[in-house]
């Protein structure tokens, strides 16, 4: 496994691949990985020939008020998780941005919900900083996670306008043994909080459950939900299409139920698909 840190010898890299035609596979990462990482590049590494991961906490996808200091960070341990995951390159850029750089990609409508209302700036950033990825690391496929499932969205949505020649491949979300979504935010909370984030997951379960049991009244299954979920601050809480994310009145199959909830600092999100 190699560790590349310039992006020019990243693109010359991976335009290198390109003329051998190669297949590149690419994911992502702002590293800390988990278990919802590695199974990532697990999926990635079927349809590649080579494997690039970055690792790149992105500043511009930071609101000034939010974790971007205090984004837990774990060099050594992401290098054996890469090298035990078939990563052929690890890409951490240290001069990723040029001087002079202006130039942002924005996806409207998509990004106006969900994350998007409470985190404003934060889509601009995660499309600016992966368009200017894919054009660094040149990959024909890219695997994103379903945990930031308004994210997939958002990045198919970009390669679809902007015709970018890259494969997008959702990857299903990651839950630690009692429920909880992966996330690297996890290990910044106390141990309360930690069991009080469990009702996140138990309330989307129990949402699902209510479905398939036949229940079809939104209004209904979302204050039942929202009952259930103990946090600092409920976000949103809401059932949307799982293809366009516009919000549901009456359930309709794709149906995902998505939530964000605050604990002291730290903002959690999942989601489910329900129908
Ligand atoms: O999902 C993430 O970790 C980030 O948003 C991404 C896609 C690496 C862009 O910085």
């Known amino acids: 496994m190699r560790t590349i840190t310039e992006t020019a010898v990243m693109q010359a890299q991976g335009l290198a691949w ?32 080579v494997l690039v991961t970055s690792i790149f906490v992105n500043p511009t996808q930071f609101g000034p008020n939010e974790d971007l200091d205090k984004y837990p ?20 850029p240290s001069d990723f941005y040029p ?24 889509f601009g950033g995660v499309t600016s900083v992966v368009a200017r990825f894919f054009g660094v690391v040149q ?20 390669v679809r306008d902007l015709a970018i020649p890259v494969e997008i ?21 106390n141990a309360v909080d930690r069991q009080r984030a469990l009702t996140l997951s138990g309330a989307l379960r129990a949402l699902k459950a209510e479905v398939q049991a036949g229940e079809r009244d939104v209004a209904k299954l979302l204050a039942q939900a929202a009952e259930r979920v103990d946090c600092d601050k409920l976000e949103y809480l809401e059932l949307r299409d799982g293809d366009d ?15 964000a909830g605050r604990y002291g600092g730290t903002r959690l999100i999942d989601n489910l698909s329900v129908l």
């Open 99 to 122: 001087p002079g750089y202006v130039t942002s990609v924005r996806v409207a409508e998509l990004t106006d919900r969900l994350c998007g209302v409470d985190r404003p700036e934060h």
């Open 139 to 158: 990959p024909t496929v890219a695997v994103f996670g379903e945990k930031d499932f308004q994210q997939l969205a958002v990045i198919r949505r970009m």
């Open 169 to 189: 491949l959702g990857g299903p979300l990651v839950r630690e043994g009692d429920g909880i979504a992966l996330s690297s935010r996890n290990v910044n909370l």
């Open 18 to 49: 390109r003329k051998e035609g190669l297949r590149v596979g690419f994911v992502p990462t702002m590293g800390f990985l988990h278990a919802g990482h590695t199974s990532l590049m697990d999926l990635a590494r079927q349809h590649c020939d």
């Open 73 to 92: 960070r774990d060099p050594e341990g992401d290098a054996a998780k890469c090298r035990a995951h078939g990563v052929d390159v690890v890409f951490m």
């Open 245 to 259: 994310l516009e919000l549901l009145t009456e359930l309709r199959s794709p149906a995902r139920v998505f939530v």
